[in-house]
């Protein structure tokens, strides 16, 4: 993201959501729905 956007996001633990039923059920990267913003964070599932 910093090199392509000049954006460096704020990353999180992905142990705190892999377990929501929302992110369970999400497809894989790059499927359509596998990208996804779970309050405030923005999720891509691969």
Known sequence: MKIWCGFLPVMKN???Y???PE??????YP???SIK?????LVVKF
């Not at 992110?23 to 894989?28: A, Q, S, T, Y």
């Not at 913003?37 to 964070?41: E, P, Q």
């Open 14 to 16: 992905a142990e705190e």
């Open 18 to 20: 892999e377990q929501l």
């Open 23 to 28: 992110i369970v059920e999400m497809p894989n």
């Open 31 to 33: 499927d359509a729905g």
């Open 37 to 41: 913003i779970v309050g405030d964070v």
